[in-house]
């Protein structure tokens, strides 16, 4: 079973500002099967990035995913009021599929 | 634009049967695979299962024993059903399109198993 790490836990910063929120695996992944999400309260997760880097359809170019093997991350440049939400990583390269416990992204 | 929605009692007794039905409109139900998850309230998510169109499936290990996904493509719909329900079952339940990264979710029904 693969376990994915997010750190941090909860991450503080000022609108404008850049994020970096990482995603470690327990086992190497193949880059194709690691995805992004931003989850808001009360709402469904939305995909972000797939493939590791790939964005999904109608997600701005601030938000960009890197990495390899055990270590990827999700990094969100310039951020915006609406960024400010939950960020799970989630891998499908092994069964079971599971997320990383997340990170909240919160307004400073 | 491909939507879905989830529906089922949302009161679920210790040890019955939990049974939703996912609903996909705007697109067919066919060549793609369907998954649901779970999140507990106030916790991360959990990845249940999947389904393709043509009946194949995939669970969760730790869900497996108690685990059906099922798939009705004439009504463009999908199922699941837990079985043996306890009170750690409760949670809010999500389908969605794809059998691995999710591009349309569901809004997520709650779930209570309670007596």
């Known amino acids: 079973e693969i376990v994915l790490t997010q750190s941090p836990g909860t991450l503080s910063l000022s609108a404008g500002e850049g994020a970096t929120l990482s995603c470690r695996a327990s086992?190497?992944?193949?880059?194709?099967?690691l995805a992004w999400y931003q989850q808001k309260p009360g709402q469904a997760p939305r995909l972000l990035i797939s493939?590791?880097?790939g964005r999904a359809t109608g997600i701005p170019d601030r938000f960009s995913g890197s990495g390899s093997g055990t270590d990827f991350t999700l990094t969100i440049s310039r951020l915006e009021p609406e960024d400010f939400a939950v960020y799970y990583c989630q891998q499908y390269g092994g069964s079971p599929y599971s997320f990383g416990q997340g990170t909240r992204l919160e307004i400073k | 634009q491909v939507q879905l929605q989830e529906s089922g009692p949302g009161l679920v007794k210790p040890s019955e049967t939990l049974s939703l039905t996912c609903s996909v409109s705007?697109?067919?139900?066919?060549?793609?695979?369907w998954s649901w998850f779970r999140q507990p309230p106030g916790k991360g998510l959990e990845w249940i299962g999947y389904?393709?169109?043509?009946?194949?499936?995939k669970y969760n290990p730790s869900l497996e024993s108690r685990v059906t996904i099922s798939v009705d493509t004439s009504k463009n719909q999908f199922s699941l059903m837990l079985s043996s329900v306890t009170a750690a079952d409760t949670a809010v339940y999500f389908c969605g399109r794809g059998g691995w990264s999710i591009d349309y979710w569901g809004r997520g029904t709650l779930v209570t198993v309670s007596s």
């Open positions: 086992h190497s992944i193949d880059s194709k099967y």
């Open positions: 705007g697109g067919s139900i066919s060549g793609i695979y």
């Open positions: 493939g590791t880097s």
């Open positions: 389904i393709h169109y043509s009946g194949s499936t």
